[in-house]
């Protein structure tokens, strides 16, 4: 496949082509899918809401989505339709604008636009809101993880109730992990040179701050946080980060279970969810909604 980095495809059509490669996979769950335009305090953010067959008058646990992609690829065609139907939740896809024409924290300010919008209009959409989880993956993690965040820090700290980290890009810096000398040279997937294109693209010389880079929290910051999945992959860049943030969490007090999936190298979640076991680690966390 390209290299995101190398710059011989246009971006418009590298993004077409991730899209219609998700739009091929077969066996995905038919569901009810609604796209939704909202305006929160003039942040005007695209919703896709998906919802299990028949569930048209039923009130349902809600997951708000963050797609991963590096800020620059990826859209509603991915996973999330047999999450939604094999834990009988109903998931808010956020569509966030992407990078490089949208740079930070574009893409995080409309993702909190997108989780304050359901807080108070869950109603309207028939979600239940005391039942909210945020889920992502990859850049996707990041932002379920800094949402977590700004949602404690602007009086919105209660209204998340879990979140799910799936190998989220969580550090201001990786020259300290070993997991990029390891898997960074393209043989699993992604290149520390997409990191570096991938950056650029989003936080292009941007402030380092826990908005953004949820590891440079202090402890007391995380604290109070909502409970935490986070996954990892062995063969994986970003492995060593997402694992040193559920030790930040811990030493925070904030109860979290991170997995390291052995043998699991980039993606592994985009696959195994088509084939069940990916929505298995999702309800490991769901789950509470109905104890």
């Known amino acids: 496949m390209p290299k995101f980095s190398d710059g011989v495809i246009p971006l418009p059509q590298l993004r077409e082509a991730a899209n219609q490669r998700s739009k091929t996979l077969t066996d995905l769950p038919e569901v009810i899918e609604e796209d939704k335009t909202i305006n929160y305090d003039g942040t005007e953010v695209r919703l896709t809401l998906f919802r299990p067959p028949g569930t048209e008058s039923e009130t349902l646990p809600v997951v708000v989505f963050y797609h991963g992609g590096g800020w620059v690829f990826c859209s509603k065609h991915t996973h999330v339709k047999p999450i939604c139907v094999r834990n009988h939740v109903a998931i808010v896809f956020v569509d966030y604008s992407l990078a490089p024409e949208h740079k930070y924290p574009t893409a995080h300010e409309e993702s909190f636009a997108a989780l304050a919008w359901i807080v108070e209009n869950g109603d309207s959409i028939k979600v239940d809101t005391n039942k909210l989880a945020v889920c992502g993956d990859s ?36 020259e300290n992990f070993e997991s990029p000398k390891l898997f960074g040279n393209g043989d699993y997937y992604l290149r520390m040179e997409d990191c570096k294109f991938f950056d650029k693209a989003y936080w292009d010389g941007c402030e380092k701050t826990k908005i953004g880079f949820p590891s440079l929290a202090t402890r007391e910051e995380l604290s109070g946080l909502p409970p935490a999945l986070i996954l990892t992959a062995e063969a994986d860049i970003l492995r060593d980060e997402g694992e040193q943030y559920g030790r930040q969490l811990t030493e925070a007090g904030v109860t979290n279970t991170t997995v390291r999936v052995i043998g699991g190298s980039r993606s592994f979640f985009f696959v195994l969810t088509i084939h069940h076991a990916g929505c298995e680690y999702c309800s490991l966390h769901t789950s509470m909604f109905n104890s």
Do not use: C, F, H, W
């Open 139 to 174: 850049a996707g993690g990041n932002l379920s993880a800094v949402i977590s965040l700004m949602a404690k820090e602007r009086g919105l700290g209660d209204a998340i109730k879990t979140q799910i980290l799936i190998y989220p890009a969580t550090a201001a810096s990786r």
